[in-house]
């Protein structure tokens, strides 16, 4: 890799990868493409080192004139993809931007890598960031998800990732476009938009809000801490094998209920309430999720087997450095959280699930000494 372009390098896993990046090999130079949505911010990348060679493009990756544009004057030989609509939620509401995004877009990526490819003659290798959703849900004791689960998407957002996964392996297939796909497990940690489980709960606990838990809170998911989902994609995009697939997990099976109740226990020590309580006490239990799966789990045996991947964070350091990371960047925090985005977000998703539709952000409640 010498020359990188980064779809959707501005959002939460994108904007981690980069940063790996420039920790990697500062002598890349790195292309952003982001259409800049309400996940992706242009900020996020303000602490690139200094003297690290990257260029920010805004725009969508369905404009194919943008695309092949931004591959022949940057001379990309590898693209990392990670552009997507990516909540199961907002898929339930919205699903045809689901369908333009994640599979049109994918698709003009591929054309657009396919004819700058014929044109000059230079292979340009592709790396498709993908889900195990696609995967479908597992019952208790069924296997873990590996490379040979047949699909069995069950959301419009797991269904068009499906797609796009397919469309990347006939384009191997047909027109020998040197592929490589990762699906992984739920990912979380810093710049992660507050919409999803764990980000939520800090924001919300931070603020004095119910902490709102689907169903009985049993769901069981493989939590993967966005550092260690960078590396793999790393060593995927520099060293995979072409036309293959890796699977990437964080090798735990907490329920949805007790990841909640460990960011309570860790805000309990690092930022305890002024009033003693525990912020377990904001637990609410809400209305589940249409189809909502019951069970995720990946086995990540081949990664670690023919590329040498490990991780580095445990689950519960892995928490503890997320929350961290939120009680250390109350400004971008706050960025966020007073924008029409979110807070439309939050009544769209949460109106009508009892006591849920009180998550609105606000300003935080008072607290003790911060530890």
């Excluded at 900020?43 to 805004?58: D, K, S, T, V």
Aim: glycine letters at 10%; proline letters at 5%; charged letters at 20%.
């Amino acid at each position: 890799m010498k020359n990188v372009l980064v779809t959707g390098g501005a959002g939460f896993i994108g904007t981690n990868f980069v940063y790996d990046l420039a920790k990697k090999d500062p002598t890349l130079r790195v292309v952003v493409l982001d259409s800049l949505t309400y996940a992706g911010r242009k900020e996020n990348l303000n602490r690139l080192p200094m003297g690290f060679n990257w260029i920010f493009a805004h725009g969508n990756i369905c404009s194919r004139d943008l695309v092949e544009k931004l591959l022949r004057e940057y001379s990309i030989d590898t693209v990392v993809h990670f552009a997507a609509e990516s909540h199961v939620d907002r898929g339930i509401k919205n699903p045809d931007l689901f369908i333009q995004t994640n599979i049109v877009g994918t698709f003009t990526l591929l054309e657009s890598l396919r004819a700058v490819s014929n044109e000059t003659g230079q292979a340009i290798r592709f790396h498709h960031v993908s889900t195990d959703e696609v995967f479908g849900a597992l019952a208790p004791g069924d296997p873990a998800f590996n490379e040979a689960t047949p699909y069995a998407p069950r959301s419009p957002y797991s269904a068009s990732k499906a797609s796009s996964d397919h469309l990347v392996r006939a384009y191997w297939t047909t027109y020998g476009l040197p592929i490589t796909i990762s699906n992984c497990s739920n990912n979380y940690g810093p710049y992660q938009f507050p919409e999803k489980l764990i980000p939520l709960v800090i924001v919300n606990a931070l603020a004095g809000k119910p902490l709102p838990v689907y169903g009985k809170g049993d769901q069981i998911r493989d939590w993967l801490y966005v550092e260690d989902h960078c590396d793999a994609i790393y060593r995927i995009a520099d060293q995979g094998t072409p036309g293959e697939t890796y699977c990437i997990g964080g090798g735990n099976q907490p329920t949805n209920l007790s990841i909640v109740k460990s960011i309570c226990s860790i805000l309990d020590r690092k930022r305890p309430r002024a009033n003693g309580a525990s912020y377990a006490d904001l637990i609410t239990f809400v209305q589940d999720r249409p189809g909502h799966d019951f069970r995720y789990e990946i086995d990540s045996g081949k990664i670690r087997r023919t590329l040498g991947w490990t991780q580095k964070y445990g689950l519960e350091d892995g928490l503890a450095a997320t929350v961290d990371w939120y009680l250390s960047n109350s400004a971008w925090l706050s960025g966020i959280l007073s924008g029409k985005a979110y807070s439309d977000w939050v009544e769209r998703n949460y109106s009508g699930r009892g006591n849920a539709a009180e998550t609105g952000a606000r300003e935080p409640e008072e607290a003790g000494p911060q530890r």
